[in-house]
């Protein structure tokens, strides 16, 4: 400025200050795993009231293996939304992966080698996804919603609609298996909600994936591998789907083509509903962690209390889109 | 108009050798495909796609997308079908109004939800899609509508015409032309195209984006609704739990290979009604050639990525996510 | 001039953009049948203030009368009722429409349901581009059509629509000589008719040439307003940018050493052709030219973001391969794109996180971000660069273009870089902040740092190029050394000979 | 305090199994069980067993069941049992994994189905001529069996000598499946004389083609289906008669069985006879497998007024 100040005809020079930052306590409070926070109290409130049966933690720990294996698949998809792209064909990708183990299981391979190939071919699967997105640069949401017609229709071609069983005793009823009153595959989500949270929160891949959602093009210039990275990510959600769709298998003790059918939906709802940002660049894993939680309360407190699945459908629709709605107000406010 | 055609011109031919193509190398591994009874067939099959792909080709244009289309078909179908059941003494027109206003309003409700909260398009139809599948299982105590509660009129549309060819065909057909009218010389026909062609710019350029949004997702549920109607003629029942299940993605890959791009502005109702002849034709082929019926969901899934590709490679604009859609 | 009442009159107008302020009190009478310049640096709001007459942007504060009567603009549709059209900088149109198409759409009473004839369409469309005399076929889609092109559509839109209102927002950035005449034209036909004209450019020849009256913006401020005549390029000059342009000091080619990046027969298809010159360490080089001339694309192959099909780049002798920035970075360039904020900032991030953003390796050896580390370093530029906020933990998206701005370069000064590309460094950044560059990048060549400096203020480059590259239409047409560089030399060597230009791709 | 029974069908809206439930309520009526029905919204292997799960936390003393999976349903149904709920798959069996569920109450004694099905047919046409037979999936277990019996009956049976099976299809009991496979089957076959579809969905789309293409006195097409699915058909003539049994009747068998079990009143075992009020007597045969009925029963004009479901 000085240059300035010296000047004979010095301009009367504006200093444009920074607008105020928000207040502390607004960031901390006004954010929207708060609000999913809130929702859990109240689900789990409203579903004590709704049936005597419900307030029972070891029957709320068993019927959430139901779904914690989506949950366990919409944490990746947090961070794949948070990088600006989506994944829906994961749950077909745990249909066909689950049922690629059934056939070469049926096929004599010992379950060790079934295991291997299903996850190979969620790799390949989540590879194929990433290809299209990043090496063809097509949109991930019309591309997956494509995949995942491909997959379950292979999966369809592959098995059928027998449903393959017979796996030995050790590999049949992860869900339960317990430690202490606490069934494995929520053990698995809670181990796996911490590492990816971590992930996210203090490695510079996290930070990188959060620019990326939040500007690709300013990540590019900034020389973030922005293709691998995403890359990384699709076959990061074929992986875990077809973890988790071995998970499904050893539940069940059996596998069929229509497995998870739908899942798509539910995935996306637990990360709406634990408030990331559907156009990327926002979001925590602790937010999908909530919403997991939110998800089994509210679906296990209307099943116990025989609500007809016609409110189910009808809440859950609603709760996705209500879900959005308040997420996009609070990053709205937040937004200058 | 000759602006349009040549617009789009090279697409359509695009598809047009598809087409014959694969009737082509169909007729070879099986001459019996290559027949008048075929083609009768394929027009019986196509007037359901049809009808919800020209909605869904609107949605596309303007960058959106509408996956609650099975759904709402699945609605308008049981709202017409409680009126026929209910009301027998009511003309059939009746059931047709219900059928068709009840899904202009859910497509309403979508346009509405995309366009005030600025969402993108994709999500909030799947949050509907889960939520009108849930309405109409109220709507309808979980009760199918019987065969013998559909009025003979309406089974007999499937049937013939005066002109002997189905009316339902006609209707479809007719459904397309006016498709075509619309687009083609009213203005917002134009701004549709334009809104997708260029979202930014359309408001600076006194399009009413609002409005027209919202007017081509109420257009969408209004088809989706008739093609509830075709649904009931054609099958002769309505079943809350099975009805227009899965139905979206059959039109939106219909409508991908008509070449209409996923980035909007972009697409014709001769290349639409070209895609979903193709896609009718794949459907009535796979029987005819003996294939496995679990063949159908990988081939559609395979054909949407194929058309994808095609997509990319005939525009070289770059693509960008849907999720922008409606968003921003 | 005409003594009749004035058409606009605009009393108090304030406009801010998330708490920044880039129009302050302006009030300007636009008189009937006159050409009213505005001029001013870029960013010193002339755009904004055209937007808020044509209803894109709201005022924050004060009035507008339109022929007397208190109107509320609201929106573009209502300016179009109001009669008043804005040719916008950038040319917006709809890739997919026909040039026809994009000539009438949206037009104020068009029916909804009214219907589209074509052929008459197509006619109306080619007696407007007629005017224009602009030989392309208005029945194909607007998908690439040149800037050029673009811009004399988005002209012709005007004309269609009879306003009594037209502004111009920097209509003859793209267009050559000849296109600029039959512009002038037309303004001057207009003006007959009656009408008002605003017209923005940069090129205080074209003022002269058509404007009967100037007024001069200066970061937001409006400082005066005059008949053309009686006002010289230097006064206008010094208003403009608030003291004569020699007052730069500029710190000589003192010590300029090898050559650190030379670039050889660089080609990008569409883009630019056969690019070829030097860069010696210490040394600034000042790239001119007009917009859509190339120079970012050349900038963007350079730094790996649109590598070139073909050509050489060579680093201290050695020929390297860039295919990603990532290669570049390491091969110690960087580069300030022109468009910060869609290439350069994170907006909903904070300043700290964005200024880090290209050093990883620093802030995260091992993988795991060392907060310390990297509150440290943002503590540091945010300091060196004395950037103004309130917290680096604050998303950039609340701090002023021109702090944006030093984040940006702070982001590039911490990966230590032997070659810098600043492009367009200064566009919208305000005069205070503009010195503090001009003063940085002296100092970072002086550093021993090799400098390509793009920008489209003559001023600027004059001041601080050691050598000047001009680029007109994807070629490079003069290395001008120091001392011959003038506005003239320069513009000479910008302005296209061969006519259309032939960078193509829609703006959208 | 009284039993409680919770009944779970395949799916919600599927007007089969809303007779079923019928049956169960009014079998409840009498008994003065408590009865509630719950479903999950599709039929996929793995949507009922939530439900289960949820209905053994509510402490149901019998859980009734169609299960959407032979197997799937396994480990849930032995948490069930090993909290003593008793397990009762209704309408299906659960092949191969019958030590998973208490008893199985089926509608009929599933090898008659498929001759009775090839002599309705047969009768209709003469004996003689192409007939095809439109089935559910490739894999459905009970249509397999069924149509096991048919091949073995058309070979076996002099009687049938002159009908020619010339194929399967498989309209995986969707009706826009159901109708081009069935299309197809017209194409493919100009002389075909007859359809055998054992799937309701099929049943009434093969119907429903035949109509449409104007071929009902050519082609006949017989099966398993609804009178509420079939009668428009059975009215209009495109169809002259199908076959079914009472779903009705199993709904009413297993409430009097769950009840008679649970008070311990009928021994869940083979070789238990008891008597259910308005079916008269019924026997538990090995693998404590339970027939509602020995025939099935055969819809025409004559009385298909009389039923409604
Ligand atoms: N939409 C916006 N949001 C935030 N800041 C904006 C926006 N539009 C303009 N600005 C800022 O307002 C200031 C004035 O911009 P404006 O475009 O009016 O300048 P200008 O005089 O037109 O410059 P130029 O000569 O480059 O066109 C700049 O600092 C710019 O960064
Ligand atoms: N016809 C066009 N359509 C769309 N984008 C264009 C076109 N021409 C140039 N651009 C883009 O606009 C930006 C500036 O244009 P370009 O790089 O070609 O020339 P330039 O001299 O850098 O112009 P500027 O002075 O605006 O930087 C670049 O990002 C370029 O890709
Ligand atoms: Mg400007
Ligand atoms: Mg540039």
């Given at each position: 400025m000085t240059s300035i100040d010296k000047n004979p005809v010095a301009p009367r020079v504006i200093v444009r200050e920074a607008a105020a930052p928000r207040p502390r306590w607004q960031v901390w409070l006004i954010r929207p795993e708060v609000v999913t926070l809130l929702l859990l109290v109240i689900a789990a409130i409203v579903a004590t009231r709704l049936s005597p049966f419900f307030a029972d933690l070891g029957f709320i720990l068993e019927s959430s293996t139901y779904y914690i294996e989506f949950a366990i698949v919409a944490l990746v998809l947090t961070i794949v939304i948070i990088s600006g792209e989506i994944d829906l064909s994961p749950a077909a990708q745990m249909a066909l992966s689950a049922c690629l183990f059934g056939t070469a299981f049926k096929a004599g391979a010992p379950i060790p080698v079934a295991m291997g190939v299903s996850l190979l071919s969620g790799l390949v699967m989540g590879a194929f996804n990433g290809f299209f997105v990043t090496v063809l640069r097509l949109p991930s949401i019309i591309v997956t919603i494509g995949t995942l017609i491909l997959y379950r229709g292979l999966a369809q071609v592959l098995a059928g609609d027998k449903s393959i069983s017979g796996f030995p005793g050790w590999f049949v009823g992860i869900d339960y298996r317990m430690v202490g009153i606490v069934p494995v595959p929520v053990l698995v989500f809670i181990a796996a909600s911490i590492l990816l949270g971590l992930f996210l929160g203090i490695t510079i891949y996290g930070r990188q994936i959060y620019q990326i959602g939040t500007s690709e093009i300013a990540a590019i210039h900034a020389g973030i591998r922005v293709r691998r990275i995403k890359m990384g990510l699709f076959i990061a959600s074929g992986l875990t789907s077809s973890i988790a769709g071995l998970m499904v298998a050893s539940r069940l003790g059996s596998v069929r083509y229509d497995l998870a059918t739908g899942g798509e939906l539910t995935m996306v709802l637990i990360v709406m509903l634990g408030g990331t940002y559907i156009f990327g660049g926002r979001g925590s894993i602790l937010g999908t962690f909530l919403a997991a939680w939110l998800l089994v309360i509210i679906a296990t407190g209307m099943t116990v209390a025989n609500i007809a699945i016609n409110a189910q459908l009808t809440i859950m629709g609603l709760l996705l889109i209500v879900s959005i709605i308040a997420t996009n107000a609070i990053y709205a406010r937040s937004q200058r | 108009m000759s602006e349009i055609a040549r617009l789009f011109r090279a697409r359509e031919a695009g598809i047009l050798v598809m087409l014959v193509l694969f009737v082509a190398v169909v007729s070879l591994i099986q001459p019996r495909f290559f027949s008048t009874e075929t083609l009768r067939i394929v027009l019986l099959a196509v007037p359901l796609i049809l009808v919800a792909a020209m909605g869904q080709m609107m949605v596309l244009v303007a960058r959106h997308v509408d996956l609650s289309i099975g759904s709402i078909l699945g609605f308008s179908a049981i709202a017409a079908g409680m009126v026929f059941r209910d009301h027998p003494e009511l003309p059939l027109f009746v059931g047709f109004a219900v059928g068709v206003l009840s899904g202009a309003a859910l497509g309403f409700v979508n346009g509405l939800v995309v366009t005030v909260f600025k969402l993108p398009s994709i999500i909030v139809t799947l949050g509907t899609l889960s939520l009108y599948r849930g309405l109409?299982?109220?709507?309808?105590?979980?009760?199918?509508?019987?065969?013998?509660?559909?009025?003979?009129?309406?089974?007999?549309?499937?049937?013939?015409?005066?002109?002997?060819?189905?009316?339902?065909?006609?209707?479809?057909?007719?459904?397309?032309?006016?498709?075509?009218?619309?687009?083609?010389?009213?203005?917002?026909?134009?701004?549709?195209?334009?809104?997708?062609?260029?979202?930014?710019?359309?408001?600076?350029?006194?399009?009413?984006?609002?409005?027209?949004?919202?007017?081509?997702?109420?257009?969408?549920?209004?088809?989706?609704?008739?093609?509830?109607?075709i649904y009931a003629a054609r099958f002769g029942y309505v079943n809350p739990g099975i009805t227009g299940v899965g139905f979206e993605f059959t039109v939106i890959a219909a409508v991908v290979i008509g070449g209409v791009s996923i980035n909007g502005g972009v697409g014709s109702v001769l290349g639409t009604v070209l895609g979903v002849l193709l896609l009718g034709s794949v459907q009535v082929a796979l029987p005819i050639l003996g294939v496995s019926g679990f063949w159908q969901n990988a081939i559609y899934g395979g054909i949407i990525l194929i058309a994808l590709v095609i997509d990319r490679t005939v525009r070289q604009g770059g693509l960008r996510g849907l999720l922008a859609r409606g968003g921003a | 001039?005409?003594?009749?009442?004035?058409?606009?009159?605009?009393?108090?107008?304030?406009?801010?953009?998330?708490?920044?302020?880039?129009?302050?009190?302006?009030?300007?009478?636009?008189?009937?049948?006159?050409?009213?310049?505005?001029?001013?640096?870029?960013?010193?709001?002339?755009?904004?203030?055209?937007?808020?007459?044509?209803?894109?942007?709201?005022?924050?504060?004060?009035?507008?009368?339109?022929?007397?009567?208190?109107?509320?603009?609201?929106?573009?549709?209502?300016?179009?009722?109001?009669?008043?059209?804005?040719?916008?900088?950038?040319?917006?149109?709809?890739?997919?429409?026909?040039?026809?198409?994009?000539?009438?759409?949206?037009?104020?009473?068009?029916?909804?349901?009214?219907?589209?004839?074509?052929?008459?369409?197509?006619?109306?469309?080619?007696?407007?581009?007629?005017?224009?005399?602009?030989?392309?076929?208005?029945?194909?889609?607007?998908?690439?059509?040149?800037?050029?092109?673009?811009?004399?559509?988005?002209?012709?839109?005007?004309?269609?629509?009879?306003?009594?209102?037209?502004?111009?927002?920097?209509?003859?950035?793209?267009?050559?000589?000849?296109?600029?005449?039959?512009?002038?034209?037309?303004?001057?036909?207009?003006?007959?008719?009656?009408?008002?004209?605003?017209?923005?450019?940069?090129?205080?020849?074209?003022?002269?040439?058509?404007?009967?009256?100037?007024?001069?913006?200066?970061?937001?401020?409006?400082?005066?307003?005059?008949?053309?005549?009686?006002?010289?390029?230097?006064?206008?000059?010094?208003?403009?940018?608030?003291?004569?342009?020699?007052?730069?000091?500029?710190?000589?080619?003192?010590?300029?050493?090898?050559?650190?990046?030379?670039?050889?027969?660089?080609?990008?298809?569409?883009?630019?052709?056969?690019?070829?010159?030097?860069?010696?360490?210490?040394?600034?080089?000042?790239?001119?030219?007009?917009?859509?001339?190339?120079?970012?694309?050349?900038?963007?192959?350079?730094?790996?973001?649109?590598?070139?099909?073909?050509?050489?780049?060579?680093?201290?002798?050695?020929?390297?391969?860039?295919?990603?920035?990532?290669?570049?970075?390491?091969?110690?360039?960087?580069?300030?794109?022109?468009?910060?904020?869609?290439?350069?900032?994170?907006?909903?991030?904070?300043?700290?996180?964005?200024?880090?953003?290209?050093?990883?390796?620093?802030?995260?050896?091992?993988?795991?971000?060392?907060?310390?580390?990297?509150?440290?370093?943002?503590?540091?530029?945010?300091?060196?660069?004395?950037?103004?906020?309130?917290?680096?933990?604050?998303?950039?998206g609340e701090l002023s273009g021109g702090n944006q701005q030093k984040a940006i370069l702070a982001r590039w000064l911490l990966a230590e870089p032997d070659i810098l590309i600043l492009d367009e460094p200064t566009r919208g950044i305000d005069i205070g902040v503009k010195a503090e560059f001009y003063d940085m990048i002296g100092e970072l060549a002086a550093g021993g740092r090799a400098i390509l400096l793009i920008s489209s203020e003559l001023p600027e480059l004059l001041a601080l190029s050691d050598r000047i590259l001009v680029m007109s239409e994807g070629k490079l047409t003069a290395d001008i050394p120091r001392a011959e560089a003038s506005q003239e030399t320069i513009m000479h060597a910008a302005v296209p000979r061969s006519g259309r230009h032939t960078v193509s791709g829609a703006a959208a | 305090d009284p039993v409680s029974i919770v009944y779970i069908p395949k799916n919600t809206g599927n007007p089969y199994f809303d007779s079923i439930i019928k049956g169960f309520e009014d079998g409840c009526k009498t008994l003065g069980c408590e009865f509630t029905t719950v479903a999950p919204a599709s039929a996929e292997a793995t949507s009922q067993i939530p439900f289960v799960t949820a209905q053994i936390q509510r402490g149901v003393n019998v859980v009734a069941i169609s299960p959407n999976s032979p197997d799937a349903l396994n480990q849930v149904f032995d948490r069930a049992r090993a909290k003593g709920t008793i397990i009762l798959s209704v309408n299906s069996d659960m092949p191969g994994n019958e030590t998973h569920r208490d008893a199985a109450i089926l509608p009929v004694d599933f090898t008659k189905t498929g001759p009775s099905q090839v002599e309705l047919l047969g009768k209709q046409i003469g004996y003689e001529g192409e007939i095809a037979i439109l089935s559910a999936t490739t894999d459905a277990p009970d249509q397999n069996v069924w149509i096991a019996a048919m091949k073995e009956t058309l070979e076996k049976d002099p009687k049938y000598a002159k009908m020619k099976l010339v194929t399967i299809a498989y309209g995986d009991d969707d009706p826009q499946k159901s109708t081009t496979e069935t299309e197809a089957l017209l194409a493919n076959y100009p002389n075909l004389k007859g359809i055998i579809s054992p799937t309701t969905v099929g049943v009434a789309a093969a119907a429903q083609v035949v109509e449409t293409a104007k071929k009902a006195d050519k082609v006949k097409v017989v099966g398993l289906g609804t009178p509420n699915q079939m009668r428009r058909f059975i009215e209009n003539g495109t169809v002259e008669a199908f076959q079914l049994w009472s779903p009705y009747n199993q709904g009413l068998l297993a409430a009097n069985f769950a009840v008679g079990v649970k008070n311990g009143t009928i021994k869940n075992e083979a070789g238990t006879v008891f008597e259910v009020p308005g079916l008269g007597k019924v026997t538990v045969e090995k693998d404590s497998v339970i027939k509602t009925q020995a025939d099935l029963t055969t819809f025409d004009k004559t009385n298909i007024a009389d039923f409604n479901f």
């Open positions: - | 109409l299982f109220i709507l309808s105590g979980s009760k199918q509508i019987d065969p013998n509660d559909i009025p003979e009129p309406l089974i007999r549309m499937a049937q013939t015409s005066p002109i002997d060819i189905p009316w339902i065909v006609i209707i479809a057909f007719g459904v397309a032309f006016a498709t075509w009218l619309f687009l083609t010389y009213s203005q917002i026909g134009r701004q549709i195209y334009a809104i997708g062609s260029n979202p930014v710019a359309a408001p600076l350029r006194g399009i009413r984006v609002m409005p027209v949004t919202i007017l081509v997702f109420t257009l969408s549920g209004a088809l989706a609704g008739l093609a509830g109607l | 001039m005409t003594v009749s009442a004035p058409l606009v009159s605009a009393r108090g107008i304030s406009k801010s953009f998330g708490g920044v302020e880039v129009l302050r009190n302006v009030d300007l009478d636009l008189m009937p049948g006159e050409v009213h310049a505005l001029l001013g640096e870029n960013g010193a709001g002339k755009s904004t203030f055209a937007k808020i007459l044509a209803g894109v942007h709201r005022p924050t504060r004060g009035t507008i009368e339109l022929g007397g009567k208190p109107v509320e603009i609201a929106s573009p549709i209502a300016a179009q009722r109001l009669g008043i059209t804005l040719i916008h900088q950038e040319p917006i149109s709809f890739p997919d429409l026909s040039v026809a198409e994009n000539l009438v759409i949206g037009q104020v009473g068009a029916k909804p349901l009214g219907r589209v004839r074509w052929a008459e369409l197509a006619k109306e469309a080619r007696r407007l581009m007629g005017l224009l005399n602009v030989p392309i076929d208005v029945t194909v889609p607007m998908r690439g059509l040149s800037i050029a092109d673009q811009q004399m559509v988005e002209i012709a839109r005007a004309l269609a629509s009879d306003s009594r209102l037209i502004i111009m927002d920097e209509p003859t950035a793209a267009l050559t000589p000849k296109e600029v005449e039959t512009l002038f034209k037309i303004v001057r036909r207009l003006r007959e008719e009656g009408r008002t004209i605003i017209f923005i450019s940069h090129r205080l020849e074209e003022v002269r040439a058509i404007c009967d009256r100037v007024t001069i913006f200066r970061d937001g401020d409006k400082i005066e307003t005059a008949t053309t005549a009686s006002l010289t390029d230097a006064d206008i000059i010094r208003r403009m940018i608030g003291r004569p342009v020699a007052d730069y000091l500029h710190r000589g080619t003192s010590h300029v050493g090898e050559v650190a990046l030379s670039v050889r027969a660089l080609t990008l298809p569409g883009r630019f052709e056969n690019i070829s010159f030097d860069i010696r360490k210490g040394e600034i080089v000042g790239l001119g030219g007009l917009v859509g001339a190339g120079r970012t694309d050349v900038a963007r192959a350079i730094f790996g973001v649109a590598p070139a099909t073909s050509g050489v780049i060579e680093i201290d002798g050695k020929p390297v391969t860039i295919n990603e920035p990532t290669d570049a970075i390491g091969l110690g360039i960087a580069l300030v794109s022109e468009d910060r904020a869609i290439a350069g900032i994170f907006r909903t991030l904070p300043v700290e996180t964005n200024i880090t953003a290209a050093v990883p390796k620093r802030i995260a050896p091992k993988g795991i971000i060392r907060r310390t580390v990297e509150k440290a370093l943002a503590k540091e530029s945010v300091e060196k660069l004395s950037i103004r906020l309130a917290s680096v933990r604050q998303p950039i | -």
